[in-house]
């Protein structure tokens, strides 16, 4: 009898297993991706698409040739129900899908609760086909205006690459533009060092960003910042970060206090050794490990060997971070921050480096789509 696995999201961490799929087979399995769209996006790029500097294909990731290479059967739909007890995942379409094993990395959701009554003008960041579209939108409709105003809401890499980025494409169309950035001091940066949290003020300024330190409200014509300041906005970028998706809040799986899935240092769920979960969905009950794409793409490897040794009933394999992350925060001029350990730099030799990295991800999965 052929055991079935689904992939729910196809995603960063999900990539490597397709990989793995098509490079070996695996006996006696009926394989499935079940993911949003047909295209995921490789977060990374995305302030550069911002910025005019890549084209959205160059991003972009064709799920359907990579399921055809993997044997995977393709299904676009969002799982939006989880039964763990009866195994069976449900989908927006209405079907309901059995299976014998599950991997779970369909990311996190923008945590847009204090914005939405910003309506049309809020633009999460997530989806982030979504997100392209509705950009694109917004540049269309603003380019006869002389004056924007543009708000990015969230202080991680993503809110401040984002910001740079924003600025790079409006200083281009108007005249009278002007972008901030709202973030809780705390949340600037977090996790990054000081020094590049300096560096990177020093670039916000000379760009002339604003940067409020304050929670931020939305309201029908801006965001209402808890220093007392009101911020008139056409259009807020929320990139306000992972928050545990809610459709498995009944599932039955074992979570941590804010939802997201709890996992051993194997990316196996704690309460079902039948249900695998990586990327940003995760919660380390070994340690501390934050959400972001190098661990999303780099538990990848482990979580493809760990499916097939679950199936073959061997040893599993454990995911364990380097001690020290290269970052590298693009800076939305074809410059970037380096920072590795105490070591950072700033140059458009360190935007080479991002750019190399980045086009060889996204090149190495549209080949393998193309050419096997
Ligand atoms: C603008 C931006 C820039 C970033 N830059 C960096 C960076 O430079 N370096 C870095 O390390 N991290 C970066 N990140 C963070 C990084 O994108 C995430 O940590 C990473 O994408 C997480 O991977 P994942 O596989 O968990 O989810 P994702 O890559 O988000 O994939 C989720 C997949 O699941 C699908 N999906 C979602 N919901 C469902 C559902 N209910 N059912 C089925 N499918 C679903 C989606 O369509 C998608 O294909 C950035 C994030 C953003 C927003």
Known sequence: MKRRIILAGGGHAHLAVLADWAARPLDNTERW??????????????????????????????????AERAGARLVIADAVRLDVAARTLSLSSGDEIGF?????????????????????RLLPVRPVGTFMERWSTFMERTVLTNTVGIAVAGGGAAGVELALGAETA????????????????????????????????????????????????????????????????????????????RW????????????FVAVGADMRSTSHDFVFAAGDIIDRIDRNLERSGVHAVKAGPVLAANLRAAIEGTELRQYQPRSRTLYLLALGDKRAILSWGRIVAIGNWAWRIKD?????????YTDLARHG
């Not at 295209?39 to 040739?65: C, F, Q, V």
């Open 100 to 120: 014998d094993f599950l991997s779970l990395a369909t990311g996190g959701e923008t945590d847009i609760s204090n914005l939405a009554t910003l309506g049309d």
């Open 33 to 66: 991706l079940v993911t949003s769209s047909r295209h995921t996006a490789y977060s990374g790029m995305l302030p550069g698409w911002l910025a005019g500097i890549y084209r959205a294909n160059e991003l972009l990731i064709d799920l359907k040739p990579l």
């Open 356 to 364: 190399w990295i980045d086009r060889s991800f996204v090149g190495r």
């Open 248 to 259: 498995l809040a009944r599932s039955g799986l074992a979570r941590n206090e804010d939802g």
């Open 170 to 245: 409006i200083r281009r169309f108007f005249r009278n533009a002007r972008v901030s950035l709202v973030t809780p001091r705390e949340g600037f940066l977090s996790g990054h060092a000081p020094r590049v949290r300096t560096r990177a003020l020093e670039e916000l300024a000379k760009r002339r960003i604003d940067v409020h330190f304050a929670q931020a409200a939305g309201t029908e014509g801006g965001l209402l910042l808890s220093n007392g300041h009101f911020l008139p906005a056409d259009c807020v970028i929320a990139a306000t970060g992972s928050r545990a998706p």
